[in-house]
């Protein structure tokens, strides 16, 4: 499979870039991971939004969910145009007993995610996990082949996500503050310390550090994960692609 970031920002976009959105193909299909603001001008670089075959989302937050409305008004002009013919089907993650927050349009359709369920689409599995933030949300880990890539979504740290983590080939890992950011649980996020963490306890073979802060010097991130995690860490920008 081939993942390709649409968007690494935390909080708002860079101007002409995205926050969270995450491009995976595998099998001439197209998933799109997150809709976050700016990923529908992001994703049109690669293909057109005719070309998604499902899009999951890992919780309600604006910089996950703000372009989410705009997709739904492009699947229905495009299912108007005959350019799709199959309604797009948009997991999001919700508690059980709350309601969904999107409501299903033309030429899309609005499902429920959860932390325990699974969803397989050809030869892909992807299983869905709780993580620790302010909005219920789920970090997803994807099988594909033997390969394993985890998408953490929103979290603070927390030993429970090391099992979800362990082994994963790629680790696509929020990393919303610098190290001396000791109380990033407080803001339902990770710091860089807490990335290394968790990348080193789960025996990761890389990591990918994304949803970034607007503040201080993002390359440093990357030394502060690297003075706990021996593997290779690589900073997300938009079109940064990892084929796993
Ligand atoms: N002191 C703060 C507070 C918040 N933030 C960012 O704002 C985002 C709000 O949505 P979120 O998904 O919880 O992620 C937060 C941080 O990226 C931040 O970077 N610094």
């Not at 995450?22 to 603001?37: A, K, P, Q, T």
């Not at 013919?85 to 999107?102: G, N, T």
Request: with cysteine; aromatic share 10%.
């Amino acid at each position: 499979m081939r993942i390709t970031v649409l968007g690494p920002w935390g909080a708002y976009p860079k101007a002409g870039d995205a926050t969270a959105g995450y491009l995976i193909e595998y099998d001439n299909r197209s998933m799109l991971v997150d809709c976050g603001s700016g990923v529908l001008a992001q994703l049109q670089k690669y293909k057109p939004v005719y070309a998604l075959n499902s899009v999951l989302i890992s919780h309600r937050h604006y910089d996950h969910v703000a372009d989410l409305g705009c997709l739904q008004y492009a699947c229905l002009i495009d299912a108007d145009l005959d350019h799709r013919r199959e309604a797009l089907p948009i997991y999001i993650a919700e508690e059980p007993e709350r309601e969904l927050q999107f409501k299903p349009m033309k030429g899309s359709g609005i499902e429920r995610i959860y932390a325990g369920g699974r969803l397989t689409e050809g030869e892909l599995e992807v299983s869905f996990f709780k993580t620790f933030h302010e909005a219920y949300c789920v970090g997803m880990s994807f099988s594909y082949k033997g390969k394993k890539a985890v998408y953490t979504a929103d979290t603070y740290y927390d030993d429970s996500l090391i099992m979800h983590c362990a082994d994963a080939d790629v680790l696509i890992a929020e990393t919303s503050f610098y190290a001396d950011m000791k109380d990033a649980r407080n803001y339902g996020h990770m710091n860089a310390a807490e990335v290394g963490r968790l990348a080193k306890e789960a025996g990761v073979r890389k990591v990918v550090l994304t949803h970034l802060p607007h503040f201080g010097s993002v390359p440093q991130l990357a030394s502060e994960v690297a003075d706990v995690y021996d593997g290779e860490i690589v900073t997300a920008y938009s079109g940064l692609n990892l084929d796993v």
